[in-house]
């Protein structure tokens, strides 16, 4: 299926490594241009060559911490000036500290919804207007199965992007009739540093191995596997496309079936 994404143009976020990196080299894979972001300039590097490796579209890399509102208008400005247009904006971002809820610290509590929800915020304003100068476009964010269904020890990852499931259902109403779509993805037991992390601190409470909780992990989900960031990516550079034209303000899982919610 060709999904129209050649010479688009697109900002992935915490795009070194992981589900970042998956998702730009899917969309670079289709044609994209696609400007990739991390704190890190030698993952950054290691990145676009492998997304060039893998017969990748033109990459940008662009390293600063997303955390602050001047670095986002650097990157938008950046990829602008290089590429001439903006077309799609796939916000992801690093997770929120990890806590529990009863016991969450202040500073934990500020880092997550800085880095949580108001990233995402501030990733969706600052692209509006040049979405809006091509007539349109798309912005995925990429959330957490925790937005469904509470994980030990990611009590802020729930809590703040919650926030952005509603902030992107009311983005999605003031911006359809433009014809920009927003969406979120919901990657759950998709394998990466992340995840691997998260994994780890809980093997380590339980005295267990890594290799014994991530068993526990894929015997959770309804396939019996933990998923490839690439299975997430697939996803995004569908939302990404004019395949996905009457998609919008939808919240989307990508977790083999983890969450057993029925909605």
């Given at each position: 299926m060709d999904l129209g994404l050649k010479d688009k143009v697109a900002i992935v976020g915490g795009a070194s490594k992981g589900l970042g990196k998956a998702c730009a080299l899917v969309l670079a894979q289709e044609g994209a241009k696609v400007a990739i972001c991390s704190r890190s300039k030698p993952d950054l590097e290691s990145?676009?060559?492998?997304?060039?490796?893998?017969?990748?579209?033109?990459?940008?890399?662009?390293?600063?911490?997303?955390?602050?509102?001047?670095?986002?208008?650097?990157?938008?400005?950046a990829t602008v000036t290089r590429f001439g247009r903006l077309d799609i904006m796939v916000n992801n971002s690093g997770g929120p500290p990890l806590a529990r809820a009863a016991t969450a610290s202040e500073e934990q509590w500020e880092t997550a919804l800085q880095r949580s929800l108001l990233f995402f915020a501030r990733m969706c304003r600052e692209s509006v207007p040049h979405l809006k100068e091509q007539g349109g476009g798309r912005i995925i964010n990429i959330l957490a199965s925790t937005v469904y269904q509470p994980i030990d020890n990611l009590a802020l990852s729930g809590a703040t992007r919650m926030g952005v499931v509603a902030f992107a259902k009311s983005l999605a109403d003031e911006?359809?009739?433009?014809?920009?779509?927003?969406?979120?993805?919901?990657?759950?037991?998709?394998?990466?540093?992340?995840?691997?992390?998260?994994?780890?601190?809980r093997a380590n409470e339980l005295g267990i191995s890594v290799e014994d909780a991530l068993a526990q992990r894929a015997a959770g989900t309804a396939v019996g596997r933990i998923g490839e960031p690439v299975e997430m990516a697939n996803l995004v550079a569908f939302l990404a496309s004019d395949k996905s034209s009457y998609i919008t303000g939808t919240t989307i899982l990508v977790d083999g079936g983890l969450v057993r919610s029925v909605m």
């Amino acid at each position: 299926m060709d999904l129209g994404l050649k010479d688009k143009v697109a900002i992935v976020g915490g795009a070194s490594k992981g589900l970042g990196k998956a998702c730009a080299l899917v969309l670079a894979q289709e044609g994209a241009k696609v400007a990739i972001c991390s704190r890190s300039k030698p993952d950054l590097e290691s990145a676009a060559e492998e997304i060039a490796s893998a017969g990748g579209g033109e990459v940008m890399t662009f390293a600063g911490d997303l955390d602050h509102h001047q670095t986002i208008n650097e990157l938008i400005s950046a990829t602008v000036t290089r590429f001439g247009r903006l077309d799609i904006m796939v916000n992801n971002s690093g997770g929120p500290p990890l806590a529990r809820a009863a016991t969450a610290s202040e500073e934990q509590w500020e880092t997550a919804l800085q880095r949580s929800l108001l990233f995402f915020a501030r990733m969706c304003r600052e692209s509006v207007p040049h979405l809006k100068e091509q007539g349109g476009g798309r912005i995925i964010n990429i959330l957490a199965s925790t937005v469904y269904q509470p994980i030990d020890n990611l009590a802020l990852s729930g809590a703040t992007r919650m926030g952005v499931v509603a902030f992107a259902k009311s983005l999605a109403d003031e911006v359809g009739k433009d014809n920009i779509l927003v969406n979120n993805v919901c990657p759950g037991s998709i394998l990466s540093d992340r995840m691997l992390s998260n994994v780890t601190s809980r093997a380590n409470e339980l005295g267990i191995s890594v290799e014994d909780a991530l068993a526990q992990r894929a015997a959770g989900t309804a396939v019996g596997r933990i998923g490839e960031p690439v299975e997430m990516a697939n996803l995004v550079a569908f939302l990404a496309s004019d395949k996905s034209s009457y998609i919008t303000g939808t919240t989307i899982l990508v977790d083999g079936g983890l969450v057993r919610s029925v909605m």
